[in-house]
């Protein structure tokens, strides 16, 4: 269960440095950060000596060229201090998460339930979230009140991300971390498209190029893994 605890501390601590990053640059900075692979890849390398093929590393790359694409993180430069503390809290996010992500891959053999898994993040987030929307409120001076709407809109929300955290927690039983982190990719075109569809925000010829690599490249991996020409 020890592992299990990093998987949940791991968790929590990434939710944490992404809001903290997010206050201080903008997401799409953020998102190109949090969302790479190649973070993930090195990192489980590094601590488990999970090895990936040139086939996974050229899906990395097309997978973050299309985030890139899609969010433009570069069309602001980074100005003073306090972008450079965002981003440095954005490798912690990023940091955080694959960290809890590689826990998963090394309990993978271990009779642990996913739902326990869940269970136990959302006992740890009941504590520590709203000490942070508090902190944030009194960083503020201003606290924030929720209209009945809002917390039917939470509720929706808190259901989501308990079956979000249900699947992320079988998707690293199964799958390499790189492969995972990549696959997360695709909260990006979801939330691009919601964005589109749904709020009416205009869109651009690149930011669709950028979400079918994103796909391209997850399909290319699919494939080859189903093929068996990787393991």
């Known amino acids: 269960m020890g592992i299990a605890f990093i998987r949940v501390i ?3 601590m990434g ?3 992404t809001t903290a990053s997010i206050e201080l640059i903008p997401v799409s900075k953020a998102v190109v950060i949090i969302y790479n692979p190649f973070l993930a890849s090195l990192l489980s390398f590094l601590i488990i000596g999970e090895k990936l093929s040139i086939h996974d590393l050229i899906c990395f790359f097309f997978c973050t060229l299309g985030v890139i694409m899609l969010t433009d993180p570069f069309s602001e430069s980074v100005k003073d201090i306090k972008e450079i503390l965002g981003i440095m809290f954005a490798f912690l996010s990023g940091a955080s998460y694959n960290i809890s992500y590689i826990a998963l891959r090394k ?4 009779p642990v339930s996913s739902w326990v898994l869940v269970l136990m993040i959302m006992v740890v987030n009941l504590v520590t979230m709203p000490a942070m929307f508090l902190t944030y ?6 606290f924030t009140h929720y209209t009945d709407n809002s917390w039917i809109l939470l509720v929706i929300i808190g259901s989501l991300t308990l079956s979000t955290l249900y699947f992320a927690n079988l998707t690293f039983y199964y799958e390499k971390a790189g492969r995972g982190a990549a696959y997360h990719n695709f909260e990006l075109i979801f939330t691009y498209f919601f964005d589109v569809f749904y709020m009416k925000n205009t869109f651009k010829v690149i930011e669709i190029l950028g979400a079918s690599l994103i796909v391209v490249a997850n399909v290319y991996l699919y494939i080859l893994k189903s093929a068996g020409i990787i393991n």
């Open 107 to 110: 309990i993978r053999d271990t």
């Open 137 to 142: 409120d009194m960083y503020r001076d201003k």
């Open 15 to 17: 939710y944490l440095f």
């Open 10 to 12: 791991g968790s929590a």
